[in-house]
């Protein structure tokens, strides 16, 4: 029996997904480290994100302001006068977005509507990250006693789960494998 044969799809699900999830962390990977660490340098993507995030408080009537801090790289969000969260790399959702786009381009579909839904994808994500900052930030000024349960539970499932609906969207409706 020809084992390649019998699960050429799976090996080739395999090499899509590891192929494009590995160079699109070496790329960002590489990108983060060419940044200057000795003055805490934030990179482009999660300072885009915590200017989105004080921009969206703002607009819904909060007085939101944002800094850099100063000694890590990363930038600090204000209400009024007090710092409620510090926004770091890990907090733009990047790494969510390489994940998504590595599965869809794993399971491969016709190039139009893969390059459409990876982009569409990556706004939704980048928007609900957006979305999940500021009621984290809301949250945390509420509910401080909560912190944990917002910020390690509560929200990181609302955006993986939406990462997973998205996902399978993909497989059951414009993949090669939705027929």
């Known amino acids: 029996m020809n084992y390649y044969q019998q699960y050429k799809p799976f090996i080739h699900f395999l090499g899509r997904f590891f ?14 480290r060419s940044l200057d660490l000795a003055i805490f340098e934030p990179d482009f993507f999660t300072k885009i994100v915590t200017e989105q995030s004080v921009w969206l408080l703002n607009t819904l009537g909060y007085v939101a302001s944002m800094g850099p801090s100063i000694n ?8 009024g006068a007090e710092s409620v969260v510090r926004i770091v790399e890990g907090c733009n959702a ?6 998504f786009t590595a599965f869809v381009i794993a399971f491969t579909g016709k190039l139009k509507s893969t390059v459409l839904f990876i982009v569409s994808g990556v706004l ?9 900052i500021v009621a984290l930030i809301l949250g945390l000024n509420a509910y401080p006693e909560y912190g944990n349960l917002m910020h390690d539970v509560v929200f990181p499932l609302l ?3 939406v990462t997973f609906v998205l996902w399978i969207v993909w497989v059951t409706k414009f993949s090669n494998y939705a027929k």
Do not use: D
């Not at 890590?72 to 209400?79: G, V």
């Open 159 to 161: 955006i993986y789960g």
């Open 124 to 132: 939704i994500i980048h928007f609900l990250n957006i979305a999940r």
């Open 94 to 99: 990047v790494s969510i977005m390489i994940l």
């Open 19 to 32: 192929l494009s999830y590995i160079v699109a962390t070496v790329i960002y990977q590489t990108y983060l």
């Open 72 to 79: 890590e790289p990363a930038f600090r969000i204000y209400l």
